[in-house]
């Protein structure tokens, strides 16, 4: 039997806080990876954009192989007291907070080219591909062992986003008034020394969150150690036939491309564009704002309408905002900020159930196949999640060298107005893939999924008996 329900108590509020805090943990270092590390590494180290968009997109080959390796060993794992998941959120998270303030050495700003671009590759690689991967993983598998039901996975999914939206706040609406600072043409310049210390703090943040998440959760769903003797032709023969696994592994990539190209161009419009870093950090608060109000009615909509189908609803909605901020052509911080709220809407419809349907996925593969590899498939998912951040550093580290961004043309007029450009064409582009690939390539609309979960369900009463 691959899985059955432990004696545990009651799901409730604090499971949904535990999780929670675990993607808190997760985007401390995330976000700010995404946010910040092109703009330090560019104005603060002085490699070019086009460089660090570079190596963010080839340490995306190392993890096709540590991603799925962690997978396997997930899978592998026995179960323990707190469960197959938890154990390796407490080891992993000192080694994955350390691995990310290593990477802000601002310290090194004035050695050798060579030396700041090698440390620069090392470190993101160890954060990345080996202690983010290593803690990430178990964590996403987590869900299907926290809950059964898909009503309760779509509370874990909502407070997931939650927790993501609320570092993403910390990070967008404290760090622009501590990072920056004015220089005598009265232009916002990237402290180094204070975003390092800046990391030092989501750092300690992290390792924090990792620990309520750790003390707070419990595994319900008992999912038994994998022990049949591993056949890569056999994986990677079932995971591309698997149509939803392949649909996710598209649609979660166009949405990191969105959600992240969004994040890292507020280090460039804001302080760049706008010269309003008051505007920059008022934005992250905005974030939360919109994914708050959607979340008290997102587990609703989708019960009403169907996780696919609310997805493919906000991301239409989210090109149609940013079109219309890019007509505007407005000078005016404060308007953007309104708009890019609105479109944010359309981002959070899709961020707050996402998680819930990578569980779809992990149940509707269980029913086709008769096995359930939560770790594998959640490996899969996380490497897409990558992908999209490479895709959107590299998307956006070429684009910034295209219009001839770098630190001594940062405020031209002709590079400021790029940067307005690409902060809502490419958002927009991406939203409209991301609701094309929602429609044609994700298979598990609202009936499908509802169908899996009474197949599952009368499996597990036959296995009980």
Known sequence: MDKKIRTAKKFGMVDKLGYMFGD???????????????????????????????????????DAFTDVAMGQIVDRSRPGKKGKFLPWIRRMCGP??????????????DMPMGFKVGWMFGTYLLWGSIFYTGINIPYGSMASAISGDPKERAQLSSFRTIGQTLAGTFIGVVLPLLVYYKDAKGNQILSGPKTTLAAGICSVGAIICYI??????????????????????????SLVTNKALIGIVVC????????????????????????????????????????????TVVVKLQVKWGRKELSIVGSLFGAAMFIITWLTHTKNAWLYVGLYGLAYLGLAAFSLVCWAMITDVIDDTEVRTGERSDGTIYAVYSFARKMGQATSAGLTGFLLSLIGYTAKTAFDPAVTKGIFDLSCLVPAFGFLLLAAALWFLYPL?????????????????????
Not at 445 to 465: D, S
Request: proline share 1%; with cysteine; charged share 15%.
């Open 24 to 62: 808190f943990g997760n985007d401390f270092t995330f976000i700010l990876s995404s946010m910040m590390l092109m703009k330090f590494y560019s104005d603060v180290m002085g490699v070019s954009v086009a460089l660090v968009g570079t190596m963010m997109m080839a340490a995306r080959i190392v």
């Open 445 to 465: 609309n609202k009936k499908r999924v509802e169908e899996n979960a009474l197949i599952l369900q009368e499996k597990a009463e036959k296995a009980e008996k």
């Open 252 to 295: 979660s990539i166009l949405m990191l491309l969105v959600q992240l190209t969004m994040q890292s161009m507020t280090t460039y419009v804001y302080p760049n564009y706008f010269g309003n870093v008051q505007a920059q950090a008022a934005v992250g608060m905005v974030g939360l704002i919109m994914t708050l109000l959607l979340s």
């Open 212 to 237: 309520l998440c750790y003390f707070m959760s419990t595994e319900r769903v008992k999912i038994e150690q994998k022990t049949e003797k591993f056949d890569l032709r056999s994986l990677l023969k």
């Open 96 to 109: 994955v907070a350390f691995a990310s303030f290593l990477m802000y050495a601002s310290w090194f700003a």
